[in-house]
Structure formats: C-alpha cells, structure tokens
Nanobody, 119 residues
Framework: VQLQASGGGLVQAGGSLRLSCAAS????????MGWYRQAPGKQRELVAT???????NYADFVKGRFTISNDGVKNTVYLQMYSLKPEDTAVYYC??????????????WGQGTQVTVSS
C-alpha cells in the first residue's frame, strides 16, 4: 500500500491550502484516514481523522479552520485548511488504517508534505 500526498506549499497567514492523499495498492478496505503534523523540534501530533463510516475527529487547535473529507471511490482524503497561522507550519503526514488481504490491519504513512505559513 502506498500513500501519495500533495498540496503543501508556502502561504501567507490567513491564507488557505488543500492537501490531498491518495492510497493505492492491495486494499480491501480503509478503516480510517487522517492527517498528522510535525513541526521542527516537536512531536508528531494528530490534526484530523475520518473513518470509513464518516466519523470525524479534529484536534482542538484546528476546529473551525480545517475541514477533512474523503472520497471512498478514489481512496483519497483531503484536508482543506483555512485561516492558516504561522504556528501551523509543519510537515503534514497522511496516515491510513487499512485492511489488506489475509485479514491484517495495517497503518501506513505517507511521505509528508511541507506547509509553511509566513507572518
């Protein structure tokens, strides 16, 4: 299973970005996909997740500013980010909790995409 993330970049404070992450490979079903981020010198933290059934979880610091959605047909998760702040600067990682052939349930990570918000 591979995760391909895209959409990061440089934006001014108050601006918007949209991240995408597509999962491909031997996938039976996707249980949950989401976004995490890691700023320099900090631990990786949850941003938002969405289950296959559509249950969504947001970190408190993004509520009202970020929106996560998915396309079950394309096995893709999106993160629409509004009102970006300099403290949102980080590498954003896509994660997928996937059921594969044979019954195993495995967590996969994408390669990360840099989001930089200038003040």
């Amino acid at each position: 299973v591979q995760l391909q993330a895209s959409g990061g970049g440089l934006v001014q404070a108050g601006g918007s970005l949209r991240l995408s992450c597509a999962a491909s490979g031997s996938i039976v079903s996707i249980n949950r996909m989401g976004w995490y981020r890691q700023a320099p010198g900090k631990q990786r933290e949850l941003v938002a997740t969405i289950t296959g059934g559509g249950t969504i979880n947001y970190a408190d610091f993004v509520k009202g500013r970020f929106t996560i959605s998915n396309d079950g047909v394309k096995n893709t998760v999106y993160l629409q980010m509004y009102s970006l702040k300099p403290e949102d600067t980080a590498v954003y990682y896509c994660n997928a909790d996937v059921s594969v052939r044979g019954g195993a349930r495995i967590s996969y990570w994408g390669q990360g995409t840099q989001v930089t918000v200038s003040s």
